[in-house]
């Protein structure tokens, strides 16, 4: 999902693999009318919404008076167009927002160590088989899908980052109590989210970290060169084995 909410002038940026669906869930229950919130991926998330009658999705579809020929063809498909999706990154908020309102909102993304988070990934991709050792491996050097892109780079605009908050996920509870402050969101915010978070199946890999990359050289390379800024950034280190 992206949350932009007015009422408390943020906007979340959800990325991959780092409890975002079970944050922004949390904090849907606070938002106002005028707020913007896409739908949970996958949609079994907007029943968990619902069921606790917290706010659902809303303003996040294309407004008709910006209908192109090719929106009406989509709708009458059945895919009503949209001005954001659950994974729409800090670009796409940018180019739908005034500037001076983008520049006075908190921009908030949350983040994790790029080793368990390719593991985490891959479980997510092979969910519909068997996680493997040789399946990880070949699906990392592959590089495609999910992988082309990092969770701080989607807090990037013209290429430079945009974010003003990063949240860890090694350590949610500490930076939700940093977002609340800062924005002024209501600090039930953090009972929330670990309420919502122990409903849902943990955000781990089948595959340790050691059995993943012992001896897999070239995977750890890849990973520190393609999420090297994370890595510099946050103080990440390879996981021990």
């Known amino acids: ?20 669906s079970s944050l922004e869930i949390a904090l849907s229950q606070f ?17 968990v919404r619902k069921e606790l009658g917290y706010r659902s ?4 579809q294309l407004p008709l008076r910006r209908w192109q020929p090719r929106h009406y063809a989509d709708f009458f498909l059945g895919h009503r167009p949209k001005l954001f999706s659950a994974h729409s990154n800090a670009q796409r908020v940018f180019n739908e927002m ?6 006075r909102y908190t921009k908030i993304l949350t983040v994790r160590n790029p080793y368990f988070y390719v593991l985490s990934l891959y479980s997510w991709h092979s969910r519909h088989s ?4 040789d399946g990880f491996r070949e699906w990392l050097l592959q590089g495609e899908g999910d992988l082309r892109f990092s969770n ?5 605009v013209n290429g430079k980052s945009e974010v003003d908050l990063v949240l860890k996920f090694e350590d949610l509870p500490a ?33 340790g970290a050691s059995e993943a990359f012992d001896g897999f050289e070239v995977g750890i390379r890849y990973i520190e060169k393609r999420f090297s800024e994370e890595i510099s950034l946050f103080g990440y280190e390879q996981p021990k084995w």
């Open 130 to 133: 068997r996680a493997t050792v």
């Open 152 to 156: 701080y780079g989607m807090g990037k």
């Open 1 to 20: 999902m992206v949350i932009i909410s007015h009422k408390y002038r943020f906007i979340f940026i959800k990325t991959r693999k780092t409890a975002g």
């Open 175 to 207: 930076g939700i109590r940093t977002l609340c402050e800062a924005t002024g969101v209501p600090a039930g915010l953090i009972e929330g989210f670990e309420k919502i978070n122990a409903k849902k199946s943990p955000n781990v890999s089948p595959l």
């Open 98 to 103: 005034p500037v001076d309102t983008w520049n």
């Open 57 to 60: 999705a809303q303003n996040y």
């Open 31 to 47: 938002l106002g009318d005028a707020d913007v919130i896409t739908p949970c991926m996958p949609l079994e998330e907007e029943k």
